[in-house]
């Protein structure tokens, strides 16, 4: 009885274990063993050092991938012109505080990649206090606000595919925001051009996203009783104070799951940027790391350097993610 | 401390009213209890008062200061709600001096009330633990404890104990009749356990659908209540009531009474007799000090004998009761008590 208790959890484990390794393991350690070698993705030759012309008719190997060892390489690609380039931004933004003329100055691709980035950390999370003022709004027990409850569900519920199109006929310079571009002097659109595409995406990943954290955040306040505002009224808080002092505290895991999620999602950014540009215009003024990952694997058949990519992706999350897990434990100690 | 003033109180939400023409007078430092069955609308009262529901027409003030248009804030009152309604994330003497710190209180001040309070309700090694960590007992105390550093002038409370066990309960109505008396306070209180209302209050208003059916004292309500349904409510068990012409058959004295359709005799009130009105016993109730005896009338009326100590009847078995003299109530075709 005692043995079958000690193996019983593992053998229940042992199905997701399996696909765990296979797909979520193994992948990572593969990524970073690829991302120490040249290699094109597609050259193969026999384990046994055979290549695969000298195989006999009817004859099979198993296949190993011909790869170059380079080292750190790739990384040092990667990392090659971003000192440079945080001196040049570094510079441009003095300049701007100082009141000196600038010009935004050139810098490589992956500068450019890491900033896109930056933006998305920086600028994806407004959706979550946008979601909450929707939530709160949501929240009332008018007949009219339950019937357009639905429709702030929507956007959540489109494929990203689908809200890219829709953003990407929304900002084009002929589009429904003609007028609005000429007045500002816009002439190629929001997305059509370099210095300003990134926010228009950003933005277009705000329509969903905030629907999310709406969903999360009304979720929260069904889990606040009414007595308690009540006799906060009673207390005499009101408005920002019954806000930040009653309300807001009780809905610390909501916006915990929304930071999460929304943080993952921003580092993630692929398929809006994939549709809306492709990265462009230009070369990478929209491309974030997952999708210059991509391109350089598939396109331009580099796939050490895009695992070397890969890589430095998942080092980033990685630091969000152990924040994110150690402030999970901290809470759960408390309570 | 003040006086609580409700005229002609009307609450109706939609087109169902709630509360009906109510007019009730609180003195100064008075316990007045609110009971009535569930939905009788004793909580809708109670938390028009405190500025929680807005009131469809009439005047409620606090002092001498009609408070219809006040914020609940600034009404000078205090509630106990009956989930306590505590805030989760902050400890007991966050959770006191929360009300004191978002209107402004000097820190010190804050810090004196709150162990004042403290103090009076036994919270002192409590104060820096978080609502979850505290027995039941302990919250509705640090609930109390709230209202009391507000200093307010009427106490609310809605079903305080009710989520209570029976054992705690009645400590805790003791502890509570003792802190009226400590505070000195006007308290305004809702429960729908009769026994609750008659223990701690002064006056009783007893409500139903809406409409006051009787204010008074408790012992008022018990021995002259004024129609057949507050002297169904007030006093446990329930009131025997009997159709006239059956007590009248079975010889009860005085029952003869001109238009009177009922009578009601209190089951503590009956005793066993030779003569006298004979039904059968389908079920007994021992509850060590007394015993409860289900009597089945052969008009199908049921009743029920309280008798001192241990009786040990079967089913089935035939009893005769009569009342004690002069405890008998009659009631008229409109439910409403006869008085000679």
Known sequence: MGNVNRFAPWLFLFPALVYFFLLVIYPIFGSFWISLHDWNGTTFQCSDGRSLLELEEDESCRRVPVMT????????RFFEKTPRDFERVKNYWVGIFTGEPVRWPRISVESKVLLNNIKWLVLFPAAI??????????????????????MFFFPFVLSPAVIAFVFQYFYDPAGPLKEIYSALGWSSGLIGDQNKATYGIIAAGWYPQIAYCMIIYLAGLTAIEPEQIEAARLDGAKGWKLLKRVILPQLWPATFIALVVTMIGALRSFDLVQVMTGGGPGR????????????????????????????????????????????MIRRDEEA | MATVSLQGLHKSFGSTEVINNVNVEVEDREFVALVGPSGCGKSTLLRMIAGLETTTSGDIAIGDKVVNEV??????????????????????????SFGLEVTGHPKQEIIEKVEKAANILQLNNLLERKPKQLSGGQRQRVAIGRAIVRDPEVFLFDEPLSNLDAELRVQMRVELALLHKQLNATMIYVTHDQVEAMTLADKIVVLRDGIIEQIGAPMELYNKPENEFVAGFIGSPRMNMVAVQTAIDAGWKGAKIAEAVKIGVRPEHLIRSKTGL???????????????????????????LVEPGEHNYNRGDKLKVEPKPKTMHAFDKGAKAIRK
Do not use: C
């Open chain 1, 284 to 327: 990478g003024s929209t491309d974030v790391l997952a999708r210059y990952m991509y391109h350089k694997t598939i396109f331009d058949q580099d796939y050490g350097y895009g695992a070397a990519i890969a890589v430095i992706l998942f080092a980033i999350m990685l630091v969000f993610i152990a924040v994110f897990i150690q402030q």
């Open chain 1, 69 to 76: 060892w380079v080292g750190l390489e790739n990384y040092e």
């Open chain 1, 129 to 150: 206090p946008i979601g909450l003022a929707f939530a709160l709004f949501l929240n009332q027990s008018p007949a009219w606000v339950r019937i357009t409850k639905s």
């Open chain 2, 278 to 304: 004979e039904g059968v016993v389908y079920y007994v109730e021992h509850l060590g000090g007394q015993t409860l005896t289900h009597i089945k009338l052969p008009d199908d009326t049921d009743i029920t």
């Open chain 2, 71 to 96: 914020m609940p804030s600034d009404r000078k009152v205090a509630m106990v709600f009956q989930s306590y309604a505590l805030y989760p994330h902050m400890t007991v003497r966050q959770n006191m």
